[in-house]
């Protein structure tokens, strides 16, 4: 799953590498819902919404980029991969990789692996109840 999809990049060339695949293209605003339906290649599906409202362990991969700082981003994306899978996160040079590694280990990820400006978050535990927290909480009140 691509989270907060926008322009459709990343999601478009990934389901264009990988036109096995099902990639799921998502992004809260409409408009640029229409702009990917018109774009998107027949395995990737566009989903109008946003991450809190999708349902949780459902993708074995979710990946975010410039979407928000990486420990919301984080919090976002864990909560829609499964036990396996791997949150998968653009970094800019400011980011706080503690603060993602903790906001990663409550929310069932493993510990962080920086891999060339991209962080992956292993998937290793199921996400605890409450998660994910209500649209726009994640924002508001990061967990680190």
């Keep these: 799953m691509d989270v907060g999809s926008g322009g459709g990049s990343p999601g478009i060339p990934l389901a264009l590498a990988l036109p096995e695949r099902e990639v799921t293209l998502l992004d809260a605003q409409q408009r640029k819902c229409d702009f990917l339906r018109r774009w998107a290649p027949p395995n990737a599906r566009v989903v109008w919404g946003r991450a809190e409202e999708q349902p949780p362990g459902r993708w074995g991969v979710a990946l975010a980029k410039a979407l928000a700082q990486p420990q919301v981003a984080a919090e976002w994306c864990l909560p829609l991969v499964r036990t396996g899978g791997a ?35 292993p998937k290793v535990a199921a996400t605890p109840p409450g998660f994910p927290r209500r649209t726009g909480v994640a924002r508001r009140r990061p967990l680190a």
Aim: glycine residues 18%; without cysteine.
């Design 87 to 121: 949150a998968i996160l653009w970094l800019g040079e400011s980011a706080d990789l503690e603060r993602v590694a903790r906001v990663s280990e409550q929310l069932g990820g493993g510990a962080p692996e920086e891999h060339g400006g991209l962080l992956v978050l």
